[in-house]
């Protein structure tokens, strides 16, 4: 379940950051339905902590 919920945080960040800048991030891959993602590009790093860390201590 924990593991589920994490994924879900990564994927929907990664997702949110490639919308917000498709110059910058593309995210590849059937997210849903497989353990494996294409990233290329810039990740903003500390957004990308807070929203697992916020998945961890039970945030949105």
């Not at 990564?10 to 910058?24: N, Y």
Request: net charge negative; charged share 25%.
């Amino acid at each position: 379940m924990l593991e589920e919920k994490l994924k879900d945080a990564i994927i929907g960040e990664l997702q949110r950051q490639a919308a917000d800048r498709p110059q910058s991030l593309k995210v590849q891959g059937e997210v849903k339905s497989s353990e494996e993602l294409t990233v290329n590009g810039r990740i903003d790093l500390g957004a990308l902590v807070m929203v697992i860390a916020g998945s961890v201590a039970g945030g949105p």
